[in-house]
């Protein structure tokens, strides 16, 4: 049995020390759980045993209509590893078709993300 377990509560705050750690302060807002008001689709998980934490959330650049997908890992040791589960861009304007592929995106990063887990190559 894996010692991964899925955590659905708030984005820990280690995911945005550890890429403020390595990237610079203010490099992730998007990262900060005080930010954002709206919901955003989010998935983390933690394992039991060795306190690593791996989670899916949306980025986006400077245009905020464009977003994607990325997996950060955190190994037990510290640091922060950014894992691409390939193509996961959207756009978010709140168009029902755009609703739909924004889940579709975070379902493909999402099932990327279990792969990571399980130890095997995504789909």
Do not use: C
Request: glycine share 6%.
């Amino acid at each position: 049995m894996s010692a991964w377990r899925r955590y659905d509560s708030p984005l820990l705050p280690l995911f945005h020390e550890r890429f403020e750690e390595r990237w610079g302060k203010g490099s992730a807002p998007f990262l900060d759980p005080e930010v954002h008001a709206q919901p955003l689709p989010r998935a983390q998980w933690l394992n039991i045993d060795t306190g690593a934490a791996l989670a899916v959330v949306p980025v986006w650049s400077d245009d905020d209509s464009h977003r994607s997908f990325a997996m950060f890992y955190l190994p037990p040791a510290g640091g922060i590893w950014l894992l691409r589960p390939g193509a996961t861009d959207y756009l978010e304007s709140g168009h029902l078709e755009e609703v739909r592929l924004r889940n579709d995106a975070f379902k493909k990063a999402v099932d990327h993300a279990k792969a990571f887990i399980e130890g095997s190559n995504p789909r």
